[in-house]
Each structure stands twice: as C-alpha cells, then as structure tokens.
C-alpha cells in the first residue's frame, strides 16, 4: 500500500482530533489524571480524548495496523497481523504544557516497522495553533497550516540551511541534576537555549530551521521522537546518538538512548566535539 494513503489517514484523523481540542488545553477537565497509561507515564484526560478520537477516525480507512499508543498500548486494527506496519501514536506529546494551557504540544504519529529507523510517514501537528509538518521517507518534509490549508494555501516543503549559525538550541529530557551541566557545556556553542516541552515539535520546527541544534540527555521513548526524526532528516538535518553515532531502537514502550540532533552536519559535528571536550 502506498505510503501517500497512510499520509492522507494521518492527516485526517489528527484533523478530527485538531478540530475537537482546539481550544480545550488548559480547561479543568482535560487536567483531570485518569491512571498511567501503557507507557507508565500519568495519563490526563486530554491524553485519552486524543487518542481515542485518532484511533477511531483513523480505523474508519479499513488499513490493517498495529497500532502501538502511549496510553492504550498494542492494538489490532481491521485484521491486522504481525506483519503489518506499526503506526505510533503520541495522543498528546508535551501532556503537562497542554495541562496548564501553555501553547506548545503536539499529537505524533508515525508509520513504522520493527525498529525506528523502518519509519516510513511521519506527522506532527501543533494541536494548539494548527501548525503541521510530515514526511513521507525519501519524498522530503512539508509544513503547513491547518487554517491556512483550509483557505487554500499549500503546504511549503522544508529545507534546514547548510549555514553555521548556531543560535538557538532546544533541549529537553533533562532532570534537575544534569540540565545546569548541559547548558553549561553547550552555551560555547550556542546563543540561546529553550526548554519547549514536546520532543515532537522541537524536532519539527528544528526542521524547519526555526533553531539550530537539540539535545535529549536522558533515554526517551519511540513514540517522541519517531515522526520528528524522519521529518528533521528527510528536511536535510540529522540525529544521532551523543557520540555522533547512527541512531536507531526498537519500537516498543522501553526507553532508548540519549540523543542529539541538528539542521546540518557541521552544527552536529560542533556539538560532539565540544561535548567530548569537556568528558
């Protein structure tokens, strides 16, 4: 089955999810705590509306999947085996943002195999202004705006610039105790650092050059990362793990390895070096 029909599923039935929680973040019942889900994180009520809104729209287009979400866990769709595709689903990446109304989180979803480097499709939607960004492997990454889109205008393909300028780097997956060390490191490359909140985003935008470099110090897991990481690549930037290495894991609910991220190689190439200096 062509990937252009998983693309168009994707884009719909986080249309249907967009169109229903507009607005809603921030609000005392999407707050609400309501267990931990498959992945052992706390799930919040926004994080169950999510998710059961995409896997429902989504199993209306009859594509045989096994969908793997943070919250619910494995799922058969319309026959599915265990050979078909994996479809990864973030309901809600950046849940405590969302929680508190800050504008910044996302529903990912990614169509993949066995392992993350398998990924096929990738969407990102900005669920709080509307924004997307999706690649299909080897076709290139797209941005663009759910209201725009809805008045015509077409969605823009992306390119990360081959300049080195480094001014801003986004970081995330850091406790108390590592984050003033990481930024203590990576201030020599960089002018600014932002702590956003949704791993998915970050990757997104960083393919669309609005900053220059990521970093994720702790181990994450597939579903933050799996969309964005084939958005920023097929966009022209890169990710590896800390030491500049391929970067791959296994597309299950445990945690893989830390990971860095830039729009170009020579950023990254900058990254490890002046991190293995200071190790």
Request: a neutral charge.
């Amino acid at each position: 089955m062509r990937d252009y029909r998983w693309l168009s599923a994707f884009l719909d039935a986080s249309e249907a999810v967009f169109r229903q929680l507009y607005g809603k973040a921030g609000e005392k019942e999407m707050a609400k705590p309501i267990g931990r889900g498959a992945g052992g994180d706390v799930t919040i009520e926004i994080d169950r509306f999510s998710e059961e809104l995409f896997i429902e729209k989504f199993e209306s287009f009859n594509i045989p999947a096994i969908v793997l979400s943070e919250e619910r866990g494995k799922i058969r769709l319309n026959g599915a085996d265990n050979e078909s595709p994996i479809v990864l689903v973030d309901p809600i990446d950046g849940s405590l943002n969302a929680k508190r109304g800050l504008p910044f989180y996302s529903i990912a979803v990614a169509k993949t195999g066995k392992t993350v480097g398998t990924t096929s499709v990738g969407l990102v939607v900005n669920l709080s202004n509307g924004d997307r960004f999706y690649a299909i492997k080897g076709r290139g990454a797209f941005r663009d705006n759910y209201f725009l889109e809805r008045h015509g205008i077409k969605a823009k393909r992306i390119k990360t610039g081959e300049d080195k300028n480094r001014g801003v780097l986004i970081a995330e997956g850091m406790d108390k105790e590592s984050a003033f060390k990481q930024f203590l490191v990576y201030r020599k490359l960089f002018a600014k650092i932002r702590v956003f909140g949704s791993v998915a985003l970050d990757l997104s935008y960083l393919a669309a050059s609005a900053a220059d470099g990521f970093i994720h110090p702790l181990k994450s897991r597939a579903f933050d990362y799996a969309a964005g990481k084939l958005i920023l690549e097929e966009a022209g930037g890169c990710l590896t793990d800390p030491l500049g290495n391929d970067f791959d894991a296994d597309v299950t609910f445990n945690r893989a390895s830390p990971f860095i991220a830039a729009r170009n190689r020579a950023i990254l190439d900058e990254m490890i070096k002046i991190k293995s200096s200071e190790e």
